[in-house]
């Protein structure tokens, strides 16, 4: 099979030690994926770049169309952006996808009472208070703008109807708080029912994003997929997180209609970092998303086994797990989950590829 040469940044914190960690899985599985670093973060902004990305780096992800990205630091104060927002800006990924799914071997509270979860979050991507304007308008009033748009609601409900319909979601959910913010929650909620009119398959509904909280904690299998808009969204996906295992488990994907951004939902993780002991599995839980996307559905199920066999045989990092069996380090995790290629879990279900095919092409922009 041909290899396809996707664009990776490392990331800043635990990035390059998760990053490392997961490409070196990636080659032992043989994935026929070629890999063109880019700088992009601190060393960035560091260097006098204000967006923490050069001109360089973002040629190349446009050349590529996929960008495989560690988590990026984004330095406190005025005078810099987050790299995290601009790249998902820059790029219009509208639709930031996190899965949060029980995995066998990851206990929780709800796996010990045998309680599935399988919720996928869809969050408004670059919208809302993301847009970042704000100012004082007085010396003693700090005033923030939200902006949230017809065009920006219609493009991101319109990614989470077509997935609920291909993924037969039970039902699809809309997080929101127009009961107070009447006019801008309003028109996201709004256009979320206009949407569902083109999908009378599926069952819509809408639930105020804090009764949405309390209740995703009660009964959290009661949920498949849910909408929201970008700050809530960001906040119930960490809520989510804690629901399967913590932030180690959850993967994430920035949809765009010409560049995608696969990334974990977790941050640098400063108290950790050069530690080696960081958890690869949501960054490796990503880079499945994107191989699926890329249409290698075989080579993400095999991986993807021989991680749910580490999982299930009790070896963990030390942000989860059991007390009374020491943690890995990273490298001792992923040597296993290497050693575990050809393997699958005993028990849960395996899971089952398609054969693999790129069904990919690299993206035409619109001209400037
Ligand atoms: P964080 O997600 O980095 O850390 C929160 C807690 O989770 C820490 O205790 C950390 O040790 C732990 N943790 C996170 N990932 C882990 C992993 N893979 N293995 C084991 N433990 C893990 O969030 P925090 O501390 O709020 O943010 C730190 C920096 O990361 C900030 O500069 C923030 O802006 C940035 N950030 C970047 C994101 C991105 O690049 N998409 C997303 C979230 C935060």
């Known amino acids: 099979m041909d290899k396809y040469t996707i664009a ?91 899965v949060f799914k029980t995995l066998s ?42 902006f949230i748009t017809r065009p920006g609601c219609l493009q991101v409900h319109r990614y989470a109807f077509d997935l609920a319909r291909k993924k037969k979601a039970r039902r699809i959910t809309c997080g929101h708080k127009a009961n107070i913010m009447k006019i801008t929650d309003g028109l996201f909620l709004e256009t979320f029912y206009e949407v569902a009119k083109d999908y009378p398959d599926l069952v819509a509904d809408d639930v105020i994003v804090d009764d949405l909280c309390m209740k995703l904690v009660v009964r959290p ?42 990334e974990a939902v977790h941050g640098t993780a400063p108290d950790i970092t050069g530690k080696g002991l960081a958890n690869p599995t949501a960054l490796l839980l990503s880079g499945l998303m994107m191989l699926r996307h890329l249409g290698l559905t075989q080579y993400s199920a095999t991986i993807e086994n021989a991680l749910l066999k580490t999982l299930e045989s ?33 028990k849960s279900k395996p899971v089952v590829g398609l054969p693999d095919q790129f069904k990919y092409t690299a993206p035409i922009l619109p001209k400037e």
């Not at 007390?323 to 699958?344: C, D, K, Q, Y």
């Open 105 to 146: 071997g990851v206990e929780t509270v709800f796996s010990k009472a045998g309680i599935p979860i399988d919720i996928t979050i869809i969050r408004e991507n670059i919208e809302d208070t993301y847009g970042g304007i704000e100012h004082m308008l007085t010396r003693d009033v700090a005033l923030c703008r939200r």
């Open 221 to 262: 299998n009661e949920f498949d997929l849910v909408v929201l808009p970008n700050l809530q969204g960001d906040i119930v996906s960490d809520l989510c997180a804690g629901l399967i295992g913590g932030l180690g488990f959850a993967p994430s994907s920035n949809i765009g209609d010409h560049i995608c951004i696969f």
């Open 8 to 98: 990776v940044a490392k990331g800043d914190g635990i990035g390059s030690e998760i990053m490392d960690a997961v490409l070196r899985i990636f080659d032992a599985a043989g994935v026929p994926l070629n890999y063109e670093f880019i700088e992009m973060g601190k060393p960035v902004y560091e260097a006098g770049h204000s967006t923490g990305m050069t001109p360089l780096a973002k040629e190349r992800v446009e050349e590529r169309g996929i960008l495989f990205k560690g988590p990026m630091e984004t330095p406190k104060g005025k005078g810099v952006k987050s790299i995290n927002v601009t790249a998902r800006k820059v790029w219009n990924t509208y639709a930031n996808k996190r």
């Open 314 to 346: 009790g070896l963990h990092t030390a942000d989860f797990g059991l007390e009374a069996i020491p943690a890995s380090g990273t490298n001792e995790f992923v040597n296993v989950i290497i050693r575990n290629l050809g393997h699958g879990p005993s």
